[in-house]
């Protein structure tokens, strides 16, 4: 059974930076499309970056420049660093993953394409 675990969530001052982490059992996390989103409070779940299986990294373009993924293969993890956070990012943030998909493209963005998703970690800047 699939479990996508997340932490690192917290609360910090705009302009800080956190790194949250989230950590695949289950399965053979290399054939798997890993991806971070987040949802604010009335808003849509919206897409953050993800890695797939042959390690491709995509960011959502608004995403770009201050958040950061990366992974660690060893421990079946999957970063998220996130820089110069502003109040807007303030949200909960989950880990998805689906079996077998890209990050290339713009299919990845779609959260009803994750099959697998963690509880989440709030993130709140203020």
């Known amino acids: 059974q699939v479990q996508l675990v997340e932490s690192g969530g917290g609360s910090v001052q705009a302009g800080g930076s956190l790194r949250l982490a989230c950590v695949m059992s289950g399965t053979d996390h290399s054939d798997y499309c890993v991806a971070w989103f987040r949802q604010a409070p009335g808003k849509a779940r919206e897409a953050v970056a993800a890695?797939?299986?042959?390690?491709?990294?995509a960011y959502a373009d608004s995403m770009k420049g201050r958040f950061t993924l990366s992974q660690d293969s060893a421990k079946s993890a999957v970063y998220l660093q996130m820089d110069s956070l502003q109040p807007e990012d303030t949200a909960m943030y989950y880990c998805a993953a689906s079996a077998r998909r890209s990050a290339k493209g713009i299919l990845w963005l779609i959260p009803e394409r994750y099959n697998h998703w963690g509880q989440g970690t709030q993130v709140t800047v203020s």
């Open positions: 890695v797939d299986g042959d390690g491709h990294i």
